[in-house]
Nanobody
Framework: QVQFVESGGGLVQPGGSLRLSCVAS????????MSWYRQVPGKEREYVAG????????DHADSVKGRFTISRNNVKNTVYLQMNNLKPEDTAAYFC???????????????WGQGTQVTVSS
């Protein structure tokens, strides 16, 4: 059974930092591209960042480029999202999933985790 467990969210002031973690199970983590997504109530889930199997050639959405960094640990089956210089518009629930390498679209559409809430506010 595919599972994703996200953690690390919280309330942070503008300009602050957070590090999100996502532990994956139920599939061969090391052979899958991984991505982070975020969603605000009433809006569609949007892509944030993606990382190939070996960790090279990462990709970040324009809205977070230069502020967020995706990384992974294939031994721990974990993908991370380091978020710096957070802005109020980054407020959302953040989710991870395995992804298709070319499109960064999520693979396991029926296995979304609970997500972790990030709130950026003064």
């Amino acid at each position: 059974q595919v599972q994703f467990v996200e953690s690390g969210g919280g309330l942070v002031q503008p300009g602050g930092s957070l590090r999100l973690s996502c532990v994956a199970s139920g599939f061969t983590f090391s052979t899958h591209t991984m991505s982070w997504y975020r969603q605000v109530p009433g809006k569609e889930r949007e892509y944030v960042a993606g990382i190939p199997t070996t960790g090279g050639s990462t990709d970040h959405a324009d809205s977070v480029k230069g502020r967020f960094t995706i990384s992974r640990n294939n031994v721990k089956n974990t993908v991370y999202l380091q978020m710096n210089n957070l802005k109020p518009e980054d407020t959302a629930a953040y989710f991870c999933n395995a992804a298709f390498r070319i499109s960064w679209a999520p693979i396991f559409l029926r296995a979304w985790g609970q997500g972790t809430q990030v709130t950026v506010s003064s």
